[in-house]
């Protein structure tokens, strides 16, 4: 259980809130580490016994907390959060252990920052990845960490192809780009609320809807 302690004037007195109480399955394997960064998003990560890595977005004077699982090929071993020195935001750093073309590879890596801006080529999606920026090319180097592994490939924000690391740490593509995205693959999932699209008799829960278009 993940709980938060909090003075509550109405009964003058300290309480300890469960914050599990909404998603009660996702910590279960046991909490082994937390750690907590500020901005720009207040969001707490949790490292699970098993090496799992689950995080709760926290903004309780808006009455915001949700849980979420962070996939990712491999276990997390450790983790911290830094105050970056690049950009104003508090960056989520991890130690991982990948298991790569059957052999067991450790990395420090960090989470990038929220993609911003309608510039599909500079979206970074892919785990332990590597970027490329210059003159047009169709091999990328420098992904030693990764070889032998499959990774995707994004090259001036359109999908490539999946690519397999050579030994050497390129990534030979079937056609040239100038920003180029490489790393492994990883799912995300979202489930969203029920539409409430309001009603003259009432709420819209429970009633049969048509979407008819979606922007």
């Not at 801006?117 to 090319?137: E, L, Q, R």
């Not at 090259?155 to 920003?179: F, K, M, R, S």
């Amino acid at each position: 259980k993940l709980r938060e302690m909090a003075y509550n004037f109405n009964v003058d007195n300290f309480e300890s809130q469960d914050l599990n109480i909404l998603a009660d399955h996702i910590t279960a394997d046991g909490i082994e580490q937390i750690a907590y960064c500020q901005d720009p998003d207040s969001i707490l990560y949790a490292r699970l016994t098993g090496g799992g890595l689950v995080s709760m977005t926290y903004m309780r004077d808006q009455d915001v907390l949700g849980w979420s699982n962070v996939v990712t090929s491999g276990d997390i071993e450790a983790m911290a959060c830094i105050f970056g020195s690049t950009d104003s935001r508090t960056e989520f750093w991890c130690q991982t252990a990948r298991v790569i073309d059957g052999e067991t590879r450790r990395f420090i890596e960090f989470m990038e920052g929220p993609h911003e801006g309608d510039a599909t080529a500079d979206a970074f999606f892919v785990d332990a990845g590597v970027s490329y920026s210059g003159a047009a090319t169709d091999i990328v180097t420098g992904a030693d960490h990764l070889a032998g592994a499959t990774v995707q490939v994004l090259v001036d924000g359109a999908v490539h192809p999946d690519c397999v690391v050579a030994h050497d740490g390129t990534v030979q593509l079937d056609y040239e780009g100038t920003q180029i995205h490489v790393g492994l693959a990883y799912e995300s999932r979202m489930r969203t609320m029920r539409i409430e699209s309001g009603s003259d008799r009432g709420t819209s829960q429970g009633k049969r809807k048509v979407v008819t278009s979606l922007n």
